[in-house]
């Protein structure tokens, strides 16, 4: 059983289309992290939410962490092809406790 | 600054043959790990290590070991590979670990096969 489950697994969408990938788990973590990673490399850091209801935005991309710290988003405004690739949450509770990942597309 | 290098990059292996993952790190970074990634399973916490001469057993730590004789390597021997250690390995590090909610910093990955 994932402790982290993230939602959806796969997602193929158009160039300037909205998205949002989900994050939830019953248990309540310190902090989140997400990454992102491209084929043939490692896991790269977007940002990193401590805070219940903490917002933060990176360009086109808004990050929520839930009032409970126990779930999160990444919503992507206006996809283009360069966000595609594999992204991951990670939960923090002593070690790093992560999402099985979802892989975007974004076609042009 | 190298970063976070692992070698090899690719690896095939016959069951019951062993090796070692190489793992090095030039940020005079304290922690240090070693993940696997399974195609629908995210990343899985093998080993850690908090400071040189400490290491810890992670998530999914049979058939691994780790040793840490000094802060930039961290090396992972598979002790007699079996067709279930075929994966995509990952070592990572940072300052001070998960709890402070510090940058993990990953290498690019070895991708093994084990047949």
């Known amino acids: 059983t994932q402790l982290l489950e993230q939602s959806p697994q796969f997602l193929s969408i158009q160039e300037g289309e909205n998205l949002t990938v989900y994050c939830n788990s019953s248990?309540?973590?310190?902090?989140l992290q997400w990454y992102r990673q491209e084929p043939g490399e490692g896991p790269v850091l977007l940002v990193t939410?401590?805070?219940?209801?903490e917002v933060k935005k990176l360009k086109r991309l808004t990050f929520q962490f839930g009032d409970a710290r126990k779930d999160s988003s990444l919503h992507i405004t206006a996809a283009q092809p360069g966000d595609t690739g594999l992204y991951l949450c990670a939960g923090v509770r002593g070690k790093l406790i992560f999402g099985q990942g979802t892989e975007l597309s974004v076609k042009p | 600054n190298a970063g976070v290098t692992q070698t090899p990059k690719f690896q095939v292996l016959k069951t019951g043959q062993s090796m070692t993952l190489q793992c090095a790190q030039d940020m005079n970074h304290e922690y240090m790990s070693w993940y696997r990634q399974d195609p629908g399973m995210g990343l899985r916490l093998i080993h850690y290590?908090?400071?040189?001469?400490?290491?810890d057993q992670g998530e999914v730590p049979n058939g691994y070991n780790v040793s840490r004789s000094t802060t930039e390597d961290f090396p992972l021997r598979l002790l007699s590979a079996a067709p279930s250690q075929t994966s995509v390995y990952f070592c990572?590090?940072?300052?001070?670990?998960?709890?402070?909610?510090?940058?993990?910093?990953f290498g690019p990955g070895t991708r093994l096969t084990v047949l």
């Open positions: 939410v401590v805070t219940g209801g």
């Open positions: 248990s309540v973590f310190s902090s």
């Open positions: 990572a590090s940072s300052y001070s670990g998960p709890r402070g909610a510090d940058t993990q910093y």
């Open positions: 290590s908090v400071g040189a001469g400490i290491t």
